[in-house]
């Protein structure tokens, strides 16, 4: 018993949008389609076409095939008319799923936390839920399921401005001339190490300079926009307070910088931020 299988993809909705075209014989051409690409499916006819024509020992000696098996595709060919998708792998997966149910406050309260800050992950996000958890009595997730949450309700923000990141932007294309600097900076052991850098943003028109400081041990970030503008530096303050208090790192044993410098380095017991 021989199968006519093959057929282009393009001719499959030839006719359609016309009197020609049968929407029972589209679906048919699309599953011999499929039992073409299916090298399994393929297979098992050769296989049952070789037992017909040189019966059931030569069958097992050419392809290592048992009994039951070849009985068992040739049974299912049989029953669904000599139809070749018939022989198609059935899938696997289970007919009831288990879902993911995370409580909505938990899934609002991760997608307040991307929208403000798109470029924190799902470890980083872990310590804060569960803050928000514990004050709440919810029972917290786990960083997987976080990351899960994000990807499943597509909580990926990008940031506004220049993308840095796109090859074909004019920025990447953009010859870049290189300073003399340290290659290698100091990893100290101590607090106290600063490092500095200053960005410019235009503000209804002026030029603003805002100066960004860092301490290299204790991540502790301060920053101020020089020409005192008051709204700019009030959104700041809110930013600083929360990457020193909040924003947790693994190099500090994912903790925050505050919390860091409270566990490892006790000199005073208040935040430096409501000194």
Known sequence: MRGRVGTPQREIHLFYGTPLYNKGTMKSWIKKLEFSKS????????????????????????????????????????????????????????KRRRKMTTPPEIIDFIRDLREKHPRIGKEKIKPLLDEYCEERGLKTVSASTIGKIIKRYKLIYSRTGRVYHNPNSKWANKGRSYRARVKRSPKEKEGGYIEIDSITKFVDGIRVYIINAIDVKFRFKFALAAEGINDLNSSLID?????????????????????????????????????
């Not at 097992?60 to 198609?88: N, P, Q």
């Not at 693994?250 to 903790?255: I, M, Q, T």
């Not at 919390?259 to 935040?271: T, V």
């Open 39 to 94: 090298e399994v499916a393929r297979f098992r006819l050769e296989v049952i076409n070789f037992y017909d024509k040189h019966g059931l020992s030569a069958t097992i000696d050419a392809y290592g095939v048992s009994r039951a098996t070849i009985f068992r595709w040739k049974k299912s060919l049989k029953s669904s008319g000599g139809k070749l998708e018939s022989l198609i792998p059935k899938s696997k997966a289970p």
């Open 239 to 275: 930013y600083v307070i929360w990457y020193n208090t909040k924003r947790v790192y693994k190099s500090l044993n994912n903790l925050s910088p505050t919390d860091y410098m409270l566990k490892y380095n006790p000199e005073s017991q208040m935040y430096v931020t409501h000194t």
